[in-house]
Nanobody, 118 residues
């Protein structure tokens, strides 16, 4: 099983980035997929989630209206479109795949760094 994030970088405030999360060894179609972030000295926080059943999405209040989570099940990839980036969005972003049931599956990537600075 592998979860690999990409697309991070250094951008100026107001700019956009699109993060990708490529999964292998499991099908994202069957998993709740989420993006988390962790800034230095802070706890990891949930940014956005996409449910496997029904496809409903949820967002942290701090990113609502600016970030969009989506998935391409055929490519087994999840995306996070981030618009109108702010310095406080600076963090390492992690992709997570979770499946609850008799056996709980919980997969994490190693993260991709997003830095927003003028």
């Amino acid at each position: 099983v592998q979860v690999v994030e990409s697309g991070g970088g250094l951008v100026q405030p107001g700019e956009s980035l699109r993060l990708s999360c490529a999964a292998s060894g499991f099908r994202v179609l069957n998993y709740d997929m989420s993006w988390y972030r962790q800034a230095p000295g802070k706890e990891r926080e949930l940014v956005a989630s996409s449910k496997s059943e029904g496809g409903s999405t949820t967002y942290a209040d701090s990113v609502k209206g600016r970030f969009t989570i989506s998935r391409d099940n055929a490519k087994n990839t999840v995306f996070l479109q981030m618009n109108h980036l702010k310095p406080e969005d600076t963090a390492k972003y992690y992709c997570n795949g979770k499946r609850q049931g008799f056996i709980r599956y919980d997969y994490w990537g190693k993260g991709t760094q997003v830095s927003v600075s003028s």
